[in-house]
């Protein structure tokens, strides 16, 4: 958003205040198009560079505000997760090498905040979604303690009126209740943002949207979130969710989600866009910083329009409309928020370099796509991207392409056409794009981490998988040799990774449950077909309540199978809960001389540990 100073829209008064300083924007807005104040040219970039921190173990830190003060660096600041910080960059005329002058802006900083957070014990990861990241980060203890962030969770909680309902079904399937935006911490972006020709502006943002789906298959980098294999860019569906107003019960009155691709192609002028948006969606912050807009500009000053880039900071297009001041000069610009973090510098800034070339070569065939293509098959396009990645199957031109064939045979010669014409350097145009055309023939990011994933779970659990495919992206981020030439690795390679191990690292949670009053002769019987000697029972309300295991049925023989699984349970368990030394297991096991120790979060069951896990 921008602002620090923001308070939740409560009162009818300030309402009223809110929305005039609003209309007036909009106002503002028309009478500076009118009067060609907006910029035209140069055209300048940006970046955003999100990134998480993490311990020597690569689990998500607490300690960004702690890393933040020590860097003490103007370019970054804050993000709504304790684990995640962001770089903004300086603005760059494109021309030359400014791609490359950002690749070292960004590369000099990363290095500085690293070097800095190795003296707190902490290391940066560049990544879409933390492949560590675990339930218990999500809750409102690992808000970073600025007031904006809990004066937005509280408006959108406010406007929902109840728990957000996340359901994500890929590969796994993730179905979660939970009771703040915190889940927006999962999602880390690489941001770009292109300068615009106001007088070309809706048509370059339709074009935008058309280009989002392939763009997105190149580059999708998140198929993991909470150790389930979901969508190849997973961002999109949580994002979508974590930041929903709309409640079940009231969906009729919104129709469209704060975090959207949009429902049509867009018309008229940037204005209307953002009219758009704010007939959509209702203010949910103010700020005591309002200016008048109207009376700045009769007075010769050029207006920020701070209640407009408010509201704007509340919606989240994938694509989004900016409006900017630099210098004194007003400007607009378009946001790809698409685009995750990782896993490697340069990999971030092929995307880009792929995205805008695609934006400034936008041929005469594709002008006015509106008339052109079908918004929804556009739309679904960015979904089926998401989903899928390079496995897409695009419907383009009204005809049906594979990502691969669409990527090379008509998406990169356009975009270094638009790179040629803006008089990019060609050592730049071929670096870069050359990276996106050998991951159309290899693997982008989300089908290495799969691929790894899936390769490691052969030999480690699901936890150590993820611990070191995270160490794995963290040691080769800021190397040169990108994505697609990743392979399959090998985890003794030198990681380097903290082999303190806890309960969590060995327990198995692919386990069989039991309901306490089930057949004591049916789970005899699946004990056997399964040759499993500890089953878990548990009660309606999911809660643990006992251990059936192979001592309790040889000790009762072959009588009594009529009775219940309750009758014959050990009740009184010695139970661990997962984030205690794997010592403290043994311990355990070897005094109380068991076999089989239930994990527990409260009565949750969250797995067992056996002697064997050992």
Known sequence: MGHLDVKQLKSPKDKALYIHHLIKDLEALDIMLKRGLIEK????????????????????????????????????????????????????LLKGNCFTQLYDQLKSLLKKGAKVAKTKDTKIVLTGILPTLRLKHIGDNYMTDKPRYHVLNS??????????????????????????????????????????NPDEFVDKYNWAQAIAGPVLSSCANSPIL?????WAESRIALFTQSIDTRANSFIHNEKQSRVSFGVDWEKGTVTDIFRDHISRFRSLLTSDAHDDSLEKLDNGEIPKLRALQLHNGTVYKWNR???????????????????PSG?????????????????????????????????????????????????????????????????????????????????????????????????????????????????LQKSKTNFEALQNITAYMYKHQLEEITVDEWGLFDPDDNLKIDVSRIVKHNMNTKMLLVDQKDSLELVSNIMKWKNIHHLPVINKKKELTGLLTWTDLIKLGDKDLHLCVKDVMTRNLITIPQEEPIEEAERLMRIHKINCLPVVRNKELLGILTSNDL
């Not at 009126?161 to 999962?186: P, Q, T, W, Y």
């Not at 909470?226 to 979901?230: A, I, Q, V």
């Not at 409309?321 to 685009?339: D, F």
Request: charged share 25%; glycine share 6%.
């Open 343 to 455: 896993p490697t510098l340069v990999d971030e800034i092929a995307n880009m370099v792929f995205w805008v070339g695609l934006m400034l070569g936008q041929p005469q065939k594709y002008a006015n796509i509106q008339e052109k293509m079908d918004f929804k098959d556009v739309k679904n396009n960015f979904f089926k991207a998401a989903r899928n990645g390079m496995e897409t199957q695009f419907v383009w031109n009204n005809a049906l392409i594979s990502a691969k064939d669409l990527l090379i045979e008509e998406l990169l010669p356009i975009a270094e056409t638009g790179l040629k014409k803006a008089n990019i350097d060609k050592a730049d145009i071929e670096r870069y794009l050359t990276i996106i055309r050998k991951r159309a023939l290899s693997n982008n990011g989300a089908q290495w981490m799969v691929n790894n994933y899936r390769n």
């Open 321 to 339: 409309v900016c409006y900017g001041v630099v210098g004194g000069k007003p400007h607009l610009r378009i946001e790809c928020r698409y685009i």
């Open 41 to 92: 040219e140069p055209i300048r970039i940006g970046a955003e560079q999100e990134f998480c921190v993490v311990t020597n173990r690569f689990f998500p830190n607490k300690n960004s505000v702690e890393v933040l003060e020590a860097i003490d660096d103007e370019h970054f600041t804050t993000e709504i997760g304790k684990y995640n910080l962001e770089i903004n960059s300086d603005p760059l």
């Open 226 to 230: 909470f150790g389930r294999e979901l």
């Open 155 to 196: 408006a959108l909680k406010s406007s929902r009126r109840e728990s957000f309902n996340i359901h994500i079904k890929g590969v796994d399937e993730l179905n979660l209740i939970h009771d703040s935006v915190m889940l927006e911490a999962c999602n880390t972006s690489f941001q770009t943002h292109l300068q615009i």
